[in-house]
């Protein structure tokens, strides 16, 4: 056997997967089923991940300095709340920076603009590191002697990890599962191809052909078993994504939460679908016809 | 060339097929391997053509010692052969120019070499207007011809013709022999398995008689010995 004949090769797998269309239907159907799956979840753990980044580099920690303390007592704590292990940066702001900046959040209420200063306390915009370790450096930061009070929204870094969590262990048992059977289901449609083709391989066989040769159309096959699959799962994924999306977007109290656009995902999205289904598709035929070429 | 030295071959189950037998079919012989039911012709053809191993003695057929030879070297080998079934084995979805064009594509042949060569075979073995048929359109004796013709396409050394009239009336089985008598002048070494005591009176060419996994009789002329049954 010379060059690889690529077109040979690819009309036999063509023909091969209508041959036993209802089989093929099912394979398609399953692996498609698979791939949204996985790529459902795996989405949702890109978002969930992105909002913890988003969180992690917005969400300060508030730290109010005692009353008794002057500015620049105050001031002074910078350096001992820089010290605290997680924290990125500490800045201070001053009663009528706190005052101005809380008018500015309301601008239309009267009410608020001419408050005095003094209804505020110094403080500090903690950054941290780490925000999974949010709850342990706002103890520490509290600790600090000349901190009254901390603020720190754990509940809403907590549910972002949690979901994060969920959503990669989900992600992960998912596609173990489906994988699996996604290879099974490719893997007996082809054993079919191979059944109703034995007559043909054993002539085959007989007049000389190599085992490569009596195996690239099965594995033509699976691959196109696969990416067909792959391509279906991503236009119905992309479908998808865009409904969720725009209904997060529409609805009021979904604000906080900002949703990747499809446009910025959707190379790897592609990549990783064609690669998956490459893989099953492959493996499928691979699996099927390793023991019939040792007979 | 063909040869059998001391060969021993033994199934899984336990039947001793072949009990010593030592054999040789020079190149351009014609010879007709007969014998009774059981008597151990089949598993000759299994073995020349590698279906399995012998359990002792060797094996060289065309220059590949069988008895040894890798699993890489088992498709050049065949190559070399071109075998002949009882029951045709035609592909009956495939017209007869694609049952011949796919095992000249399996060996790698280009697509000129095929457009050029079917043509010819199928001129020599008389149905060169049958070429667009399937299998079923056409009699049991114009189906052994295509296979006659699918084991001639590769340009085999050697054709192993494994009871190739044991579905043919005696009128096409007597056709079907001369065929194979006119390849076999053209220069190709022709074995054929039958148990036709008839035919093989009628060519007069070399009879090996093969009973109980011995070789009981190797003359020229004609069957000798007893009974012959399918």
Redesign the interface.
Known sequence: MGKHDFGYFFHEGLSNMFSHGFMSFAAIGITVACLLIMGTFTLVAVNANALLQDLEQENEILAYVDDSYTEEQAKALQSKLEAVPNVASAKFISKEEAMESFAEQYPDESLFQDLDPEIFRDRFAIKITDLHQLSQTAEQVKAVSGIAKVNAYEEIAGGFITVRNVATVVCVALIAILFVVSVFIISNTIKLTTFDRREEIAIMRMVGATNGFIRWPFVYEGFLLGFLSAAIAFFLQWGLYAAVAQGVDTNDTLQLIHIIPFQQLWPAVAGIFAAAGIVIGVGGSLSAIRKFLQV | MIRLKDVEMEYDNGTRAIKGITLTIEDGEFVFLVGPSGSGKSTIIKLL?GEVEPCAGRIMINGFSVSNISERQI?????T???IFQDF?L?EKKTVYDNLS??M????ASPKEIQKRIPYVLNLVGLSKKSNSYPTELSGGEQQRVAIA?ALV?NPNTIIADEPTGNLDPERSLELMNLLVKINELGTTVVVVTHEKDLVDHFGKRVVTIDSGHVINDSVGGYVGGHIHG
Do not use: E, K, S
């Open positions: 053509t498709p050049l080998m065949r190559r052969l071109g075998v084995r592909i796919f095992v594509r399996a060996v790698g699918r590769n």
